[in-house]
């Protein structure tokens, strides 16, 4: 099973910007044949999707909540996924996961259920 470990959380001030990576490890998995995706958890509320990128890079996804403000994008070569968030928004607060799709060159995005490996996630905090 891969490994999946993010980096980049932090405090910042509304209207801010933050870029989070998350790097992926196994001898075993081939980065650039899994669609990558980053959801995130609030205190007191359910996990929730926030971007996917599929496999090769070409397709993108967004929760209508962040679309234009975030960016989601990937270097296979460095086995990693990023995300560069913009215009931040207390509301934003949140731990940040990246998950790895547990099929490989699938086309779509694929349900939560079907993400297969997830990072510690790392912590956003937007202040007012």
């Known amino acids: 099973q891969v490994q999946l470990v993010e980096s980049g959380g932090g405090l910042v001030q509304a209207g801010g910007s933050l870029k989070l990576s998350c790097v992926a490890s196994?001898?075993?998995?081939?980065?650039?044949?899994?669609?990558m995706g980053w959801f995130r958890q609030a205190p007191g509320k359910e996990r929730e999707f926030v971007a996917h990128?599929?496999?090769?890079?070409?397709?993108?996804y967004y929760a209508d909540s962040v679309k234009g403000r975030f960016t989601i994008s990937r270097d296979n070569a460095k086995k990693t996924v990023y995300l560069q968030m913009n215009s931040l928004k207390p509301e934003d607060t949140a731990l940040y996961y990246c998950a790895a799709d547990n099929l490989q060159l699938r086309p779509g995005v694929p349900n939560q259920g079907d993400y297969g490996s997830w990072g510690q996630g790392t912590q956003v905090t937007v202040s007012s």
């Open positions: 990128i599929n496999w090769r890079g070409t397709s993108t």
């Open positions: 196994a001898r075993t998995f081939t980065f650039g044949l899994y669609g």
